[in-house]
């Protein structure tokens, strides 16, 4: 016994930061009660988004096609995830300050921004007042659906860098993530975030800490 006339949370507490320190040691699964306040094991010589800065990391697929264009994107600061909630779920998640790196198909990453304001509704999505409709778009195919849940959900991004689709950033065979995912963190992908860090000339540490 190492405490006494804990409460259950408290109990939970303590039982989780000795199965969290001993680690490997034990059969027990790093995981239930707390798991999420708890820094993953052999991280300590990364910066964690969350633990050591307040907002993520993430790959946003730009998702080009009939409904959205990078152009338009890139322009006047958004991106956009829609038509189905399987697609406007992901990109709901992002939160204000949170830092996106855009990938387009078959031209590589083409922006690295910052959350502005969470997603919302075609309908409600402004631009400096703004409506979309009223803007110079490649594209009003946004608006599809605009009236169902299957609507465009776009977020207001500020870019931080960003390039045309033929200057797009890849490298083939290099160990580069992808994913056809709406979202999908950064976190661990070490070679891709030091290749977006030389390519746009950017260090993601000092972006995350300067908000």
Known sequence: MIAKELTEREAFLIEKTLIWK????????????????????DTMHLDLAHF???????????????????????KYGFLSAGQDRKYSDPIRTL?????????LKGKGY???????EQAVRVNDFKIDGKLLN????????????CENENSEFPIKIEWIKSVDRKDGKWKSNNGLF???LIKASLQGQPKTISFLEKEF??????????E
């Not at 009223?134 to 659906?145: A, E, G, M, R």
Request: hydrophobic share 35%; net charge negative.
């Open 22 to 41: 001993l680690g490997k040691n034990l059969t027990n699964q790093s995981s239930g009660h707390f798991a999420e306040k708890f820094r993953p094991h």
């Open 52 to 74: 050591d800065f307040k907002n993520g990391l993430y790959y946003v697929n730009v998702g080009e096609g009939d409904h959205r264009h990078w152009d338009d994107c890139r």
């Open 178 to 180: 992808s994913s056809q």
């Open 95 to 103: 939160m204000q300050g949170d830092i996106v790196a855009a990938y």
């Open 134 to 145: 009223t803007l110079d778009l490649k594209t009003l195919d946004i608006y599809d659906n």
């Open 110 to 116: 083409v922006g690295i921004g910052r959350v502005k």
């Open 201 to 210: 000339e950017i260090s993601f540490n000092e972006i995350m800490l300067a």
